[in-house]
């Protein structure tokens, strides 16, 4: 069946439709060694198509897994430095995927992995506003820090919304909030934070849109996402 070359080239997880659409319009798409035009169409699984003569192999099947992610491991497929990362802990799943997002060194929990380009674009341009839930456990005077974290802020030039912020307990010297954000900037939750005067001790996502992580997902495993799981974060 044939499909725009753009959304071809996203759902392939080559790069975001957006990007794709740069691609077309710089000329560096070709379908059959004919160089492509934006707007155009072609047949996956029958036209050779290619970025810069690399070919581009369409996803056959669509996975998605849910991953508790544990401290001490970036969210890459791989990494120059040696570090241990995500894709280590899925190999296992059958197919190539990518983390959709990202979720710091030392953070951990909820992490979407898929080969699906159009979800992840989705869920992680702005635009589309996809909550994420983090359980923040920080040390500081969190009393002087609430009316600064509760409000907009400007970090590094950029301004973010304000964050949906709840006390949960105290534990010794330590408080633990829930943090809701809406834009997923790098290591955003650990910046508003120190911004406010709040060192953050550990970090955990417990929540991306409407899917929370699974309780009974242990530390470091995965899972595949349920029909209904998918369904949630399509719509």
Not at 9 to 21: I, M, T, Y
Request: some cysteine; glycine content about 8%; hydrophobic content about 35%.
């Amino acid at each position: 069946m044939e499909e725009r070359l753009q959304k071809i080239l996203s759902q392939s997880g080559f790069c975001s439709r957006r990007k794709a659409e740069e691609f077309l319009s710089a000329g560096r798409v070709a379908v059959n060694g004919k160089i492509a035009a934006l707007g155009e169409k072609a047949d996956a699984t029958k036209d050779r198509i290619t970025v810069d003569g690399a070919p581009v192999n369409p996803v056959e099947e669509k996975v998605y897994l849910m991953l508790n992610k544990p401290r001490g491991y970036i969210t890459t497929l791989s990494d120059e430095k040696g570090r241990k990362a995500v894709a280590d802990l899925v190999k296992d799943c059958g197919t190539r995927v990518w983390p959709v997002g990202r979720l710091d060194l030392d953070s951990e929990g909820l992490l979407l992995l898929t080969n699906d380009g159009e979800l992840t674009q989705r869920l992680t341009h702005p635009s589309h506003e996809v909550e994420k839930e983090y359980y923040t456990w920080v040390e500081g005077d969190v009393l002087a820090a609430w009316p600064i974290l509760t409000e907009p802020m400007v970090l590094d030039g950029e301004k973010l919304r304000a964050a949906s912020v709840k006390f949960i307990r105290e534990d010794g010297d330590r408080t633990l909030l829930s943090i809701i954000i809406h834009e997923g900037k790098n290591r955003q939750v650990r910046r508003m934070c120190a911004f406010s005067g709040l060192a953050v001790k550990r970090l955990k996502r417990v929540r991306e849109g409407d899917l929370f992580l699974d309780p009974k997902l242990r530390n470091g495993r995965w899972r595949m996402l349920t029909s209904s799981e998918i369904k949630s974060l399509q719509e």
